[in-house]
């Protein structure tokens, strides 16, 4: 192999196919990124096994062929050589590769290709288009109710899936939940995508996604099978596994008749329960208690070790006497999703699940958080 690129092109398409690699392999193949010169192009493959992303820069390449090379140790090389820089990577095709810029050289080791395991995308019966940003919108809407309980692996990841709606049509929707709080989104369904069935994306998958996305217009191609799911941006190639279950009926813990509601300005509100969990304790759950009353909103914390501390926030709210409790650090995410200034809670009993949205209009995000006892 002979090639000669140029350092940004090369460290911008490490950067994207690097990080699905993961620091510690029981397979040290798993370690490498696969570089495959020919045709003027070099295509650089990473995977763990659940992950593959692929993408091609452009290359003068002298002699073609395919090799793997540590993925890490390469973009560490790229990203510290001078910015603007040609970087040469020669080798005989044995088990070195030799790797100069400028005065700098380095010698890394390579292992056979023939090893390096390939995901086998297959047939994908669904595809569509959507906009970068609606995607963006989703995933951010959603996933910080992802949860990280490995027993219930069904909840690892956004399930996103077509609905359809008397009132708005079709939607695409991206649903999220710990068991704790829920996060729901959805934007109008892109042609194609109605009439797909459920499909839970995994995490690491959706922050993968999320990075490629950053200042990305235009649109994405997703294609769905049963088992995988491939999105293209730009030039850089996605394909991975679904997580195998079913996801549980969140329609049924999603409040229909709650009919106590209280209209609060966000950021006054933010702050107020940011700064009285301060003392809370973490073994109590970080809880914060909220007690209506004429018009104001009383939040509390009592840590036996600590103190108490107490804000008072105005709201609109008809229900005097009125006090449940809930777990700040999720009040807080949740908060931080909302777009208007007023954030609206619809509350039942201090027992029941409260839902949480934008103030006015049809809000295209909703939210539910479980109560806690405090």
Not at 239 to 248: A, C
Request: net charge negative.
């Amino acid at each position: 192999m002979k090639v000669t690129l140029e350092r940004n092109h090369l460290l911008k398409s490490l950067s994207h196919v690097h990080r699905v690699v993961e620091r510690r392999n029981t397979y040290p193949i798993l370690a490498n990124v696969l570089f495959k010169a020919a045709d003027d192009r070099v295509e650089l493959r990473a995977t763990d096994l659940d992950i593959e992303v692929t993408e091609s820069v452009p290359a003068m390449v002298s002699t073609p062929s395919t090799t793997t090379i540590p993925a890490h140790t390469l973009y560490e090389i790229v990203r510290k050589l001078s910015d603007g820089a040609e970087v040469r990577l020669e080798s005989d095709g044995g088990e070195n590769m030799v790797l100069t810029s400028g005065r700098s050289r380095f010698n890394l080791a390579c292992l056979s290709p023939d090893s390096f395991p390939d995901l086998k995308s297959g047939s994908f019966p669904h595809e569509f288009d959507i906009a970068a940003a609606s995607l963006r919108e989703l995933i951010e809407r959603t996933q910080f109710a992802i949860s990280n309980e490995e027993t219930r692996y069904y909840l690892n990841g956004i399930y996103f899936h077509a609905v359809e709606n008397s009132q708005s049509g079709s939607l695409f929707r991206a649903v999220a939940t710990d068991g704790h709080r829920m996060a729901r989104a959805e934007i109008a369904a892109p042609v194609g995508s109605t009439g797909m069935s459920g499909i839970i994306v995994p995490k690491k998958t959706v922050g993968e996604v999320q990075k490629l996305l950053d200042g990305v217009d235009g649109d994405v191609h997703v294609e769905v099978s049963d088992t995988k799911i491939r999105f293209t941006v730009g030039p850089v190639v996605l394909l991975s596994k679904l997580i195998e279950g079913t996801f549980p009926d969140y329609d049924r813990v999603t409040p229909k008749n709650n009919d106590k509601q209280m209209i609060v300005d966000k950021q006054s509100f933010a702050v107020a329960v940011d700064r009285v969990s301060t003392i809370a304790s973490d073994r109590g759950g970080k809880a914060v208690k909220l007690s209506a009353n004429n018009g104001l909103l009383d939040l509390s914390v009592t840590n036996p070790d600590h103190g108490t501390a107490s804000e008072e926030v105005a709201v609109e709210f008809e229900t005097d006497g009125f006090e449940i409790g809930f777990n700040a650090r999720y009040l807080l995410d949740i908060i931080g999703q909302i777009r208007t200034e007023s954030a609206v809670f619809l509350f039942n009993d201090a027992n029941s699940p409260t839902l949480v949205k934008e103030e006015g209009g049809q809000a295209n995000a909703l939210y539910v958080l479980m109560p806690m006892r405090v």
